[in-house]
Structure formats: structure tokens, C-alpha cells
């Protein structure tokens, strides 16, 4: 990335220090949430292993300084791998032996106990306050959407160097290693890799993928996470020639092309929920939207919020969206930025994956086809 990240970074310390630190009264505010020290970090992560809300490093912002606090076994990782270096130059470096502890370096600081932080984990408070800063994850800046149109292009590319390559006598479990290591070729933590097969496609909307053959057809979902950012996207194939679940596929796809063209600035996320149901119902398929969540805002994780009838998040220039609309046996599912015109980072123009042009209010979406192998 060569653009400098500097202001963007002073724009997002100046917001904490506004709308949570000055109002909530504290000496500082500490920041240890993975999603929310990547987004202000632009992609930094302080995280481990995969599954951890916590990191090991976090960021103390207070009135004049932001100090990263950070255990001797990670500094020099986070200095050299993890950080921009024009940000990673606006903070002050504070270490402290693993064995010791965060705690201990209250004493280095000006706060007095830990009773003067508020966190984004309760760490040190009960306040907890991630549901405040979660809104300003939402809206991403041309360095964030650079940096996820890669992702996406990347999955993309992925997707159609892999499923090609697959077999009814593939198992789950070894096309979801096959997934494992073409993404961790490309630096993308799978988060989420899950297949669908002939049997689990039918059976179950969340397959936790399974040692058994994929049979006649396959779908594969995934969550891919890389500088923070959470590409979803789903691909479909058919190993014989079956019109019935190509019909139902494009239906399916047109659901999701209705959530699509509706994914537009000022819109509620309710509003896109009642779209998609009425979709359901004008593809014959009316009552399966209850059988699995149909996606929402999407960024800093897989979902940052479910759309619903209760869901009034009202969508605005930068926000990203993954709808999953299901009809029992297919999925429909990519990652699109919110602006004038909805763009599908995860099936790009130039995809080399066949497509289905959809007409939809006046615009033409354009979804991945099932293909037959």
C-alpha cells in the first residue's frame, strides 16, 4: 500500500479520544479487540491464534499519546511484519517481559490504577465498550477498499483454480485442505472453509465439512481474512448435467442480486431484509429465508451485523455487505462495497469464473453460475 496512512490514523485516534476517552472521563483508553486494533491499525494484526477476540498487543490512547504495549516476545514481529512504518512511528513503545504481565506497567504510566482505563474488553472496567467503537469499523477508506478489492480478486482467483480441480470421490475434508493451503499461499487466514457436498448440501445450512465424498455436486463457502478484512464468498459446481439445480441455483442467485442492487447508500438493512424476502417469495421459494441468516455489513469480521426485520443500520458510502441468501441445496454468497453503484469485490469483472446476468431494478448484477465439471 503507498499511500501514506498517517492522517487516516490521527482521524481514527482523534475520534476515540472525542466520542469514547474525553466523555467516558478516563486517563485512557485501551484497545486489545483483534478487529478493533486491525482497523486502527489498517491491517495490523495483535493476534495469534485464529480464534482469539483478544491480542497480545494492545493500544493505549490517552489525551496527547498513543503508546503500544507489547510483551518482549512480540515487539520486534510487530515492528518488522505487522505495521505500516508511518504509523508505526507515531507510537510510543512500551514492553514488558511475558512473564510479568501487562498490569506492571501502570507504573510506567500516568495513570495512577487501573480503575482511570475503559476498555473495548472490560479488561480493567465492566464497561465493555466495543459495542461504541464497532460503528466506526463500519465504514472503510480507499486504502481499507484497495487493499480488500486484492482480497477479493484473490479468493476469486481461487475459487477457479481449485474447483475445477475436484472430483465426486473428494471428500470435504480434503477439498477444505485444499482450500487451507491455497489461501495460506497467499497470506489469507481462513477463518471459515466449509463444504458442501451431494448429502450436507441438503441436510445442513452450516456443514462443519466431513469425511465423507462430496458426491454429484459441491458448493464451498469461505471467510478469508487478510490485513483484517474479511472476504465471504461461496462458488458452486455440478458434476453432471442437473437443469433442476441449475434452475434453482440462478433463483437463488437472483435473491441475492435483489440484496445486491438494494445495497445502496441511506438504505436500512431492515429494508434490504424485506427485499430479500419478497425475492424468496417471487422465486417460488417463499419460507426459506427462515432457514438460515441472509447476511449484512460485513469488514473487520465475517458479519458485523445480521440483517433483520430489527436491524435499522442505515448503509452509507464505504460500508461492505456479504448477503448468503439459501434455497435448501444452493447458495448464493460475495463481498460488495456500498456506493452509487454496488461493486462485487469477489467476483470481479474480470473473473474468469462463468457468470449469470441478472436484470434488477435497472441494473445488471452479475453472479457466479454454477458450473458443471
Not at 483454480?161 to 497470506?187: C, D, I, R
Not at 438494494?262 to 427485499?275: A, M
Request: proline share 3%.
Amino acid at each position: 500500500m503507498m499511500v501514506k496512512l498517517k492522517a487516516f490514523f490521527h482521524e481514527r485516534i482523534n475520534k476515540l479520544r472525542e466520542e469514547i476517552l474525553i466523555p467516558g472521563k478516563a486517563k485512557g483508553l485501551l484497545i486489545s479487540r483483534s478487529d478493533n486494533f486491525s482497523w486502527l491499525t489498517f491491517g495490523a494484526r495483535n493476534h495469534i491464534t485464529l480464534n482469539t477476540v483478544e491480542g497480545v498487543a494492545s493500544l493505549l490512547i490517552t489525551e496527547d499519546s498513543v503508546i503500544l504495549l507489547t510483551d518482549n516476545i512480540e515487539k520486534e514481529r510487530l515492528k518488522s511484519e505487522e505495521f505500516y512504518s508511518d504509523i508505526w512511528d507515531e507510537l510510543e513503545i512500551i514492553e514488558y517481559n511475558w512473564w510479568e504481565g501487562e498490569e506492571k506497567l501502570l507504573s510506567q504510566l500516568s495513570i495512577a490504577s487501573a480503575k482511570e482505563l475503559i476498555s473495548d474488553t472490560g479488561r480493567y472496567d465492566t464497561l465493555n465498550l466495543n459495542s461504541r467503537i464497532a460503528p466506526f469499523r463500519y465504514t472503510l477508506v480507499e486504502p481499507e477498499i484497495e487493499t480488500y478489492r486484492q482480497l477479493g480478486k484473490d479468493c476469486d482467483e481461487i475459487f477457479w483454480e481449485l474447483m475445477p480441480k475436484l472430483s465426486p470421490e473428494n471428500t470435504e475434508l480434503e477439498v477444505q485442505g485444499m482450500f487451507y493451503e491455497a489461501l495460506a499461499k497467499k497470506g489469507i487466514e481462513p477463518l471459515l472453509t466449509i463444504v458442501f457436498g451431494e448429502d450436507s448440501s441438503t441436510r445442513y445450512r452450516h456443514n462443519l465439512s466431513r469425511n465423507i465424498s462430496i458426491g454429484k455436486r459441491v458448493f464451498v463457502s469461505i471467510c478469508a481474512r487478510k490485513h483484517g478484512l474479511v472476504v465471504s464468498s461461496t462458488r458452486s459446481a455440478l458434476f453432471d448435467v442437473n437443469a433442476e439445480i441449475t434452475e434453482q441455483h440462478r433463483k437463488n442467485c437472483y435473491v441475492d442480486a435483489v440484496a445486491i442492487v438494494n445495497s445502496l447508500p441511506g438504505k436500512r438493512l431492515s429494508q434490504i431484509f424485506l427485499e430479500i424476502k419478497r425475492a424468496y417469495e417471487a422465486a417460488g421459494y417463499d419460507g426459506e429465508w427462515k432457514l438460515h441468516h441472509q447476511g449484512g455489513l460485513a469488514g473487520y469480521n465475517p458479519r458485523e451485523l445480521v440483517a433483520s426485520d430489527f436491524v435499522d443500520h442505515i448503509l452509507a458510502k464505504g460500508n461492505a455487505v456479504a448477503w448468503n441468501p439459501t434455497i435448501t441445496g444452493t447458495k448464493s454468497e460475495d463481498t460488495v462495497i456500498v456506493g452509487e453503484v454496488p461493486e462485487i469485490i469477489s467476483f470481479p469483472q474480470n473473473s474468469h469464473w462463468p457468470a449469470v446476468e441478472l436484470r434488477v431494478n435497472d441494473l445488471t448484477i452479475r453472479r457466479p453460475d454454477i458450473i458443471v465439471l
